[in-house]
Structures are given as C-alpha cells and as structure tokens.
C-alpha cells in the first residue's frame, strides 16, 4: 500500500508572503489535493530576530487570502532545535558526522587559498579523521556531516530531471553551530522526515540544497523524499523578482484590487500549463496539477496579462461578491478611510446595482471603486476640471440646457431604467439636439467626471431625489 501523499510549505516569516513563496504554495497545495494527500504548513523561524508574531501574522494573513489552507497546526521549527541535536548525535554515534574546531583565520585561510587558486571556497576536512584527543581546550566545536569523498550524488528531480553532483565538490557541510544551533540544512530534513514529507516542491535554486540534504538523509537511512524543484519568477526586465519590481507580498496584490481567485490562476500559469487552457476553476486545478506541466525555464511577471485574467474574474464575479471585497481592502488602499466614512446600506445596495455597468472594463476592484466615486460624494458634488470644462464653455450653454431638462425629468413618476432613457431621449429629439449635448453634462453634474459609467444606469442608482438635486446644483 503507498503512502499518502504529504507536502509541506515551509516558508520564513519575513513580515509578508512573498509572490514566489505564494506560487510554491498553491503548487504543493494543488499537488496535495490532486493526489488525494494533505500540504503541511512548517515555520523556518530559526532566524529570532526577524520571526516576530506581526510577520507571523502577515504570512498566515496572505495564504488565508489567498484561499489555500493547510492540514494540522502550523509547525514551528524553532520548537523543534531538541530534536536536531538528538539526530546530529546519531550520526556522530554512527560515525557519520565529526566534531570540527577550524578556527575563524584557518576557514579565511582556505578561502584565500581558493581564491589564489580560482575554485569555490570549501572546507578542506581537516578534522575529519583527526583524534579527537587533539582537540583544543576551551573551544566549542561545530559539527559536520561526513559527506561521501567521492563518486556522486544524483538528484532524479520531477520537473529537472536527473541531476548530478560531484560529491568533491559538495564539502562537509555544518550540521550544528558551536552554539549548539542547527542549521538549515539539517533541520529541513529532519522536519521533513518526522512530519511524514514525501514529496517536496521548491525553488529551483535549492537544487544544490538538495544534493547536500540527500547526502544527511543517506547518512540517517531515511527514505529520500521525491522532489520537483520549479525555476523561479523573473520580473519584466528578466531579473529575480524583487522589492525593486514593486509588488513582492501578496498583501500588495490584495490592497491593488486583485481578487485572490484571479491571481491564483495567474500563479499558477506561471511554470505550468494544461495544453492551451488559460482558465481554470480551482475544482479543475485539483483534478489535472501534477508536476508533468512544470516547465524548467523562469516565468517572467507580466502585470498586463495578470490584469486580463483579473478582469475576466470581475466580469464573471457576483456584484455582491465584489462590493464585498472592495469594503474588505478599504482599509489598505489608498483614500480607503473617506470610502469607509460614507459608507452605509444605501450606497452599499446602490454600489451593487451599478456593479454591472462598472464590471465590463474594470480591470481591478480600484477601477471599481475608481468608478463609484461619485455614489459617495456628499452634495455639492465636486466637479473635475476637465469635466468642468463641459459646464461651462459656450458661456454656459450646457448649464442652460439642463436648467431645461430638470422639470421635465421631475414629472418622471417610476424613476425606472427604461423611462428615464424614454424621456431624456425624447427630449434630446424634441428640442433638436446632440446626444452628447446632453448625456455628457448630465454625467458631469452627477458624478462630477466625464469617465463615469452609462448616463441612464448613473441617473437610475442615483435616485430621482438625488440626481435632480445634483442636476440642479450645475444649472444656470
């Protein structure tokens, strides 16, 4: 019988979830779901100074966003320092880790040495088959993995295929501090081993990593986890992602008005594909991921296509789903506390009527809310400049025109769609004019903007009372 399948992701709590660190986790949950297995969720907070409850809390926030839960509580690898000291005295006990006293100008020394020589620095071994009777008095001694001198170590990776490591070049890597600290390397395979990993989805630069950890798993006898490591996310310029590209935590991506669905299926694009299918529903996503649509070339970000594929979810959203979360991201987006100040059920149920109007050529739910500024404007409405212009050239003519137009919209009795769009079409024909005489300045006087949604939908989620008063304040 074969083993459930269990990944993990295993990230540093930075203070965000960065958007490669995102991508690695809906692959390993993704891969979870499609082979009927779970996806843990460790903590490397070895590193105290930078893992704070705040950055804790900011990663745990963006993979919530994001929709991607984990099965059991999270892991805390820091917790877990007893159990790395208990395995690294196995292996001295077995032989297969030593005790090293280099000292700080003998690891310099080698160093240099490498670089008069023009070869990656390396650890020479110097007391790895030393008595340790030599030992000097006083000094705490790091431990190190007697890694295989010769031959090689070989990767058989899912996604890279199979990959080999010169063992001469992989050196006895530390296993525990001379504080007594593990590092890295050893506390990532022996968390994995004791939470049951048995496929292991990362970043293609731990490539070399691996070679090194398969090299404590061998030494412990532990089953190898399989392992598929994907190449990393490139920005536009072809450089790794970085602070510099702008938005790196998925929290950023939230607060520009990106819907978590959206963005997941964008993520997911990015080093997998499904023959010509672009999108995907995420009960979809869990039938067909596997590692066989991982490609082994970088992905470059690409915010236009991320845009496409957020409008496409905008348009198929509900309209009350969508208000929603605009009202969630309030508080993190730009001018969001006058938003939240104004807001209240009216222009919450008028924002949901205008949905529609909106939704067609919003590409973020900032369009959105961009376009439904003018259901929150408290009278007198502010006026654009460029809008302005509209009012008040032909000395006013537009304003005279509306000062027209009001009492016959006043003996509007159902302020409904469709007889509104009668009447202001009648009067448009009955008094010889233009259409964009007349919508236009009806679009400036009640929304203060000449880039607002249809004038009839505007007029309608208004209110008879509401628009007249915003109508009358511009005319003459």
């Not at 984990?70 to 006990?93: A, C, K, M, N, Y």
């Not at 009668?422 to 000449?450: C, E, H, W, Y």
């Amino acid at each position: 019988m074969s083993k459930q399948t269990v990944t993990r992701f295993a990230p540093s709590p930075t203070g965000y979830l960065h958007i490669g660190g995102a991508r690695t986790a809906l692959f390993n949950w993704l891969y979870a779901k499609a082979n009927g297995g779970k996806m843990l969720l460790r903590i490397e907070d070895t590193d105290r100074a930078r893992s704070t409850t705040e950055a804790m809390d900011a990663l745990i926030d963006g993979l919530n966003w994001l929709g991607l839960d984990w099965d059991g509580d999270p892991i805390s690898q820091f917790s877990r320092v007893e159990r790395h000291q208990e395995v690294v005295q196995t292996l001295l006990d077995s032989g297969n880790a030593y005790k090293c006293y280099a000292s700080q100008e003998e690891l310099e020394d080698m160093r240099d040495l490498a670089r008069q020589e023009k070869r990656s620095p390396r650890y020479d071994g110097r007391w790895r088959d030393r008595d340790p009777s030599e030992a000097p008095d006083g000094v705490s001694p790091v431990i190190r993995l007697k890694t295989p001198l010769t031959g090689e170590t070989i990767i058989d990776d899912m996604v890279q295929g199979q990959v080999s490591f010169p063992n001469e070049d992989l050196d006895d890597l530390i296993l525990l501090r001379s504080d007594g600290t593990p590092t890295y390397m050893l506390a990532v395979v022996v968390d994995d081993h004791d939470m049951g990993v048995t496929d292991i989805i990362r970043g293609d630069d731990h490539l070399t990593n691996a070679a090194r950890q398969v090299n404590i798993y061998d030494a412990l006898g532990w089953d190898v986890p399989k392992m598929a490591h994907i190449p990393l996310i490139y920005g536009p310029d072809g450089a790794k992602l970085s602070k510099r590209h702008g938005a790196t935590g998925a929290e950023v991506y939230r607060a520009m008005g990106y819907l978590p669905d959206a963005l997941r299926n964008y993520l997911v694009r990015l080093g997998w594909s499904h023959g010509d299918q672009e999108f995907f529903t995420t009960e979809e996503l869990c039938e067909v991921f596997s590692t066989k649509g991982m490609g082994k070339s970088p992905s470059r970000f690409d915010f236009t296509k991320l845009e496409n594929i957020n409008s496409h979810y905008i348009r198929d959203a509900k309209n009350e789903d969508l208000v929603n979360a605009i009202h969630s991201i309030l508080p993190e987006v730009e001018n969001g506390n006058w938003y939240l100040d104004r807001w209240n059920d009216q222009r919450r149920a008028q924002f949901v009527t205008l949905m529609p109007a909106l939704k067609e050529r919003a590409k973020t739910l900032l369009d959105l809310l961009s376009g439904a500024k003018f259901l929150f404007d408290d009278l007198p409405v502010s006026i654009e400049e460029k809008a302005l212009s509209v009012l008040d050239k032909d000395n006013g003519e537009a304003r005279s025109m509306l000062a027209t137009l009001l009492p016959v919209l006043e003996r509007i009795d159902t302020w409904s769609l469709e007889v509104i769009e009668t009447t202001v079409r009648a009067f448009i024909a009955d008094n010889d004019l233009k259409m964009g005489k007349v919508m236009q300045p009806i679009r400036v006087s009640a929304t203060g903007t000449t880039s607002a949604p249809g004038v009839f939908e505007i007029m309608h989620v208004l209110g008879k009372q509401e628009c007249l008063s915003r109508i009358g304040a511009q005319t003459v």
